[in-house]
T-cell receptor
Framework: DADVTQTPRNRITKTGKRIMLECSQTKGHDRMYWYRQDPGLGLRLIYYSFDVKDINKGEISDGYSVSRQAQAKFSLSLESAIPNQTALYFC????????????FGEGSRLTVL | AQSVTQPDIHITVSEGASLELRCNYSYGATPYLFWYVQSPGQGLQLLLKYFSGDTLVQGIKGFEAEFKRSQSSFNLRKPSVHWSDAAEYFCAVGDDYKLSFGAGTTVTVRA
């Protein structure tokens, strides 16, 4: 089993719908992240969390919200999806020690029609 | 503000040939620098990282990178490419938790 698991892996939805992407990890890491990947733009940070009570906005948080339900679970929500949120979303974790190594899930491809 | 530029969007290389991927960064202090690889349908995997010390860094899969402060560069190299190296490569810069990624370079390996 993967250390960082994302569900769903693929989702097609319509404009205005609420969508939740879920992430769970078995690495025991405190820190979790949500990134968005768009062609030609690389990865951009949406939100990050250092523990259950510590959630921070990244560079592109507008239109997104997150919930850290437990140390191992970090979900990303789009309250009212719009077409320009069509992208590949990655969850990642790293340890508090700060080795700089992010461990990524396999990604969730979201298409908003 | 920190930023990363990968000048090459796409590189095609023959199997067995050498590979060099360019990365230039902008950062206010001594940066942490990383190279990640993304194989098709997969998440990103760390190839190597530079925090301090020796400016030539060895990574996994036979890759190495050299930090050049005077040129604000952190180029990735591999002496002999294998077909399995076909992937997208991302350079990243930042502190220990907030990374900025480049746009990526896609590498195609021809037989």
């Amino acid at each position: 089993d993967a250390d960082v698991t994302q569900t769903p892996r693929n989702r097609i939805t319509k404009t205005g719908k609420r969508i939740m992407l879920e992430c769970s990890q078995t690495k025991g890491h405190d820190r979790m992240y949500w990134y968005r990947q768009d062609p030609g733009l690389g990865l951009r940070l949406i939100y990050y969390s250092f523990d259950v009570k510590d959630i921070n906005k990244g560079e592109i948080s507008d239109g997104y919200s997150v919930s850290r339900q437990a140390q191992a679970k970090f979900s990303l929500s789009l309250e009212s999806a719009i077409p320009n949120q069509t992208a590949l979303y990655f969850c990642a974790t790293d340890s508090r020690i700060g080795t700089g190594e992010l461990f990524f899930g396999e990604g969730s491809r979201l298409t908003v029609l | 503000a920190q930023s990363v530029t990968q000048p090459d969007i796409h590189i095609t290389v023959s199997e067995g040939a050498s590979l060099e991927l360019r990365c230039n960064y902008s950062y206010g202090a001594t940066p942490y620098l990383f190279w990640y690889v993304q194989s098709p349908g997969q998440g990103l995997q760390l190839l190597l990282k530079y925090f301090s010390g020796d400016t030539l860094v060895q990574g996994i899969k036979g890759f190495e990178a050299e930090f050049k402060r005077s040129q604000s560069s952190f180029n990735l190299r591999k002496p002999s490419v294998h077909w399995s190296d076909a992937a997208e490569y991302f350079c990243a810069v930042g502190d220990d938790y907030k990374l900025s990624f480049g746009a990526g370079t896609t590498v195609t390996v021809r037989a």
